[in-house]
């Protein structure tokens, strides 16, 4: 399995690399929700200094048609750069995709949605070799998926997991209504002594788990079955921190050592979220059936 | 000619289905017992969808399924068997938002419809270009669009387009949110949302709560503008509303659009039927960002603010012409001396006092105050079944 870190600034690059990370998720600018927004000139710099790391771009931003020619100008440009892929959510990306014949592949990454094989396949056979699996899944689940498709798989392992996204400015407009101007800082919001974080910008707002999401003690399941990449979002993680986990967490998917699972335990707790948690979706029953 | 738009109803159940039909729906988007989005809403077995179809074609109109889930792996096996059979039952089209669904569909059953789901939450042209390619037949356009962008997504794709013009709005983007599943456990995206984003919040360093609530969707002002855009479809949020909601609502909306084509749409028209849709909501409403981006108007601060409404009086079940006696069971308290209203199925309203009523049996009585009280009241005029009784709009 290979690491990937989601990076939440240009200067800690080069230490996750060093410290174990075998490939990265950058944001484009104007293009990109949650993820480290950068320009062309500077991924391609990235890229340039580290040509052993894989680098993916993710444009996961909702698409609107005043900007869907900068997006095609953006995605050539971007197969300019030796990147390894581009995730997407708006399905203008894979139809902008059909139309050339870019070096870089595409990963499947609509949030909440990659939590099947068949719309693995499905995309797959329309030439996407990569899926995000949703984190709303159980380990039983993602197992599942992987030995029914031949796309390579990527799963969220530690991080602040994005729970909504809506295009209002939902900070903004609360402030307002207590007649108050936002600063422009994330908040915390909590309610039965539960804890989310919400980040408002020009395109919205977004709310985030405000609990740190622990994969890793699942990590040999998701090995045995061929899960190609394990990520770590370090949003809101510190530097310190992460200087610590990245190896440990590197260290478990080369030797899946259970002692260095309680390492990081004990630095991030064990919160599993939806690893080993089901949703349920009918809270009546069926008093007819057909 | 283009063709004449068509009011999309919702509907939880089969007598929901009837009575939107009735009152002008020219078609109806229902959910089976599985694989629809509002797995608590009552919903449809097959013989009831197939009844469905069966009376929405008597009238010459449609029916379509909601099959719009996100699936997981348990969802796979036996959605197959599903689709053929509800295409048995003489479905129009399924409204569907994994794409595998689409591609067995439309490989399987060519001559059955697909609409892409708002789930989808498509916003641009060229993502309708992918979904054309893959034999999507209509796109309902996600719920953030202003009516520019909807117009501009108009004249760049060949594809019928669904837009929502009335009922209850998600505050995020639609199957962009999963707080339900975070904070519940209920998956938003099979059904289970339990509406996170009316619940009220403890936000840093504040007193008052943070809320995220959106006022409800009425886009009744703009319906002319839409027909003349080249919108397909209008569609009217709601399978979990009541007949008396539906009633109020597809007939002011029959009212509107049959105006506008018939060049007789006055601003004292589309005044009174404000008021009547204002008579039913319960919630504010706004229409977001048709022709604004959504901003601190468009929200509720201070929790769920929902009145309970009391306006609907009774529902018609008979009419004997010879002595024009309607008979109709009681929904909320009325009396001698009221000022009410009959509202029809073919849009006549019949104003008038309680002078007198009845029981059952006949035996004259002063106050109906019991819920499903069989009513009897003298009334001249062409009452038909499902007509209704309200409180006379003012």
Redesign the interface.
């Known amino acids: 399995m290979k690491l990937v870190v989601v990076p939440s600034n240009k200067d800690d690059i080069g230490m996750y690399i060093e410290k174990g990370a075998d490939a990265l998720i950058l944001g484009l600018e104007k293009f990109s929700i949650n993820y480290l927004e950068l320009s062309i000139e500077d991924i391609k710099h990235i890229v340039n200094k580290y040509p052993n790391t894989e680098i993916f771009i993710s444009i996961n931003k909702?698409?609107?048609?005043?900007?869907?020619k900068e997006?095609e100008k953006k995605m050539l440009e971007l197969d300019n750069i030796s990147i390894k892929g581009v995730l997407f959510y708006?399905?203008?990306v894979?139809?902008?995709y059909?139309k050339y014949s870019f070096n870089y592949s595409l990963v499947w990454h609509?949030?909440?949605?990659v939590?099947?094989?068949?719309?693995c396949?499905?995309?797959f056979n329309k030439g996407v070799e990569y899926g995000f699996l949703s984190?709303?899944?159980t380990i039983d689940?993602m197992m599942?998926?992987k030995r029914?498709t031949k796309m390579q798989l990527f799963t969220f392992l530690i991080g602040h997991s994005i729970?909504?996204?809506?295009?209002?400015?939902?900070l903004?407009?609360?402030y307002?209504?207590?007649h108050k101007d936002y600063d422009g800082q994330d908040?915390?919001?909590?309610?039965n002594d539960?804890n989310?974080i919400?980040r408002e910008n020009e395109y919205g707002t977004c709310?985030l788990?405000g609990d740190v999401t622990n994969g890793t003690s699942f990590i040999n399941d998701l090995i045995k079955v061929g899960i190609e990449y394990g990520v770590i979002h370090t949003y809101g993680l510190s530097q310190a921190l992460l200087e610590q986990l990245i190896p440990l967490v590197k260290d478990v998917m080369i030797s899946g050592s259970k002692a260095r699972c309680e390492d990081i335990q004990k630095l991030i707790g064990n919160n599993t979220?939806?690893f080993d948690?089901k949703?349920?979706?009918?809270?009546?029953k069926?008093e007819?059936?057909? | 000619m283009k063709k004449k738009i068509e009011l999309l109803s919702p509907a939880g159940d089969l007598e929901r289905l009837k009575i939107t039909l009735l009152y002008g729906a020219d078609a109806v988007y229902i959910g089976g017992?599985d694989y629809s989005l509002r797995?608590?809403a009552t919903n449809f077995?097959?013989?009831e969808i197939k009844e469905a179809c069966t009376f929405a074609h008597s009238l010459d109109k449609k029916v379509y399924l909601t099959l719009n889930?996100?699936?997981?792996?348990?969802?796979?096996e036996g959605v197959y068997k599903y689709i053929e059979?509800v295409v048995g039952c003489g479905i129009d089209a399924f409204i569907v938002s994994?794409?595998?669904i689409i591609?067995y569909i439309k490989t399987n059953f060519p001559q059955v419809e697909v609409h892409l789901s708002t789930q989808?939450?498509?916003?641009?042209?060229?993502?309708i270009?992918?979904?054309k390619?893959e034999g999507v037949d209509r796109v309902v356009l996600?719920r953030?669009?202003s009516l520019r962008?909807i117009q501009?997504?108009i004249d760049?794709v060949d594809m019928d387009i669904e837009v929502f013009i009335h009922g209850a709005m998600c505050?995020?983007?639609s199957?962009?949110?999963?707080?339900s599943?975070?904070?519940t456990?209920?998956?938003?995206?099979?059904?289970?949302c339990s509406q996170v984003c009316r619940?009220?919040?403890?936000?840093?360093e504040?007193k008052?709560k943070?809320?995220?609530a959106?006022k409800d969707l009425n886009a009744s002002r703009y319906i002319p503008i839409l027909i003349d855009m080249g919108v397909s479809s209008l569609k009217v949020e709601g399978r979990m509303r009541s007949l008396y909601y539906l009633a109020t609502v597809i007939g002011c909306y029959r009212k509107i659009i049959d105006a506008y084509y018939d060049k007789r749409l006055t601003e004292e028209e589309f005044s009174y039927q404000e008021k009547v849709l204002s008579k039913v909501a319960n919630r504010e409403t706004s229409c977001h960002?048709l022709d604004h981006e959504?901003?601190?108007n468009?929200?509720y601060?201070t929790g769920r603010q929902e009145v309970s409404n009391q306006d609907f009086l009774g529902l018609v079940t008979g009419y004997d012409k010879k002595n024009k006696i309607v008979t109709l069971l009681e929904r909320n308290y009325f009396q001698v001396g009221d000022e009410v209203e009959l509202f029809t199925p073919n849009g006549d309203i019949y104003s008038f006092t309680i002078n007198k009523m009845y029981d059952n049996d006949m035996n004259e009585i002063e106050v109906a105050r019991h819920p499903e009280e069989v009513i009897k009241l003298e009334v001249d005029g062409n009452i038909l079944e499902y007509s209704m009784l309200r409180k006379k709009v003012v």
């Not at chain 1, 609509?110 to 949605?113: A, D, E, L, S």
């Not at chain 2, 889930?69 to 796979?76: A, G, L, R």
């Not at chain 2, 456990?185 to 289970?192: I, L, P, Q, T």
Request: charged share 25%; proline share 1%; glycine share 2%.
């Open positions: 909702t698409i609107f048609n005043s900007e869907l997006l708006d399905l203008s894979l139809n902008i059909h609509q949030t909440h949605m939590t099947n094989y068949n719309t396949n499905y995309y984190s709303e899944i689940e599942e998926i029914h729970m909504s996204h809506s295009k209002r400015k939902l903004t407009n609360y307002t209504s207590i908040k915390i919001i909590w309610e539960k989310y919400v709310i788990n979220t939806f948690k949703t349920i979706f009918k809270v009546k069926d007819k059936k057909d | 017992r797995a608590n077995s097959l013989a889930i996100v699936f997981h792996n348990e969802d796979i059979d994994d794409p595998f591609q989808g939450s498509t916003t641009n042209a060229e993502a270009k992918y979904f390619n996600a953030e669009l962008e501009n997504i760049n505050t995020f983007y199957g962009r949110c999963a707080l599943n975070y904070l456990n209920r998956d938003s995206n099979r059904g289970g619940f009220a919040f403890n936000i840093d504040e008052e943070f809320t995220m959106t960002y959504a901003d601190y468009d929200q601060y």
